[in-house]
């Protein structure tokens, strides 16, 4: 079992920079890949940003390329995503989701989620 809790999300202008984190509960933590999805209202959730178990492997929203960056943390047992040059677009829930070892897109494909974290974006 892993639970994940999200936190850094908040109100912030456009152009402006934000870093979201994601603690994980479980010994097992750097076993799983870690992903970020975003949810805005009306819209499905949609994959931002992935990591694999060790940190070596990322993919990203092609939207969010060159914007975005995961890392993770495997003492800490957490995960961040740092957004810079944040656009109204991003405006969304951001959750952080886990699954075993090898990241993957799509949102069926991961067994942990967390509860989400509000990001608003304003023009």
């Known amino acids: 079992q892993v639970q994940l809790v999200e936190s850094g999300g908040r109100l912030v202008q456009a152009g402006a920079s934000l870093r979201l984190s994601c603690a994980a509960s479980?010994?097992?933590?750097?076993?799983?890949?870690m992903g970020w999805f975003r949810q805005a209202p009306g819209k499905e959730r949609e994959f931002v940003a992935g990591?694999?178990?060790?940190?070596?492997?990322?993919d990203y929203l092609d939207s969010v390329k060159g914007r975005f960056t995961i890392s993770r943390d495997n003492a800490k047992n957490t995960v961040y995503l740092q957004m810079n040059s944040l656009k109204p677009e991003d405006t969304a829930v951001y959750y952080c989701a886990a699954r075993w070892r090898v990241v993957r897109t799509t949102r069926l494909e991961y067994d942990y989620w967390g509860q989400g974290t509000q990001v608003t974006v304003s023009s």
């Open positions: 990591i694999s178990w060790s940190g070596g492997s990322t």
């Open positions: 479980g010994r097992t933590f750097s076993s799983y890949a």
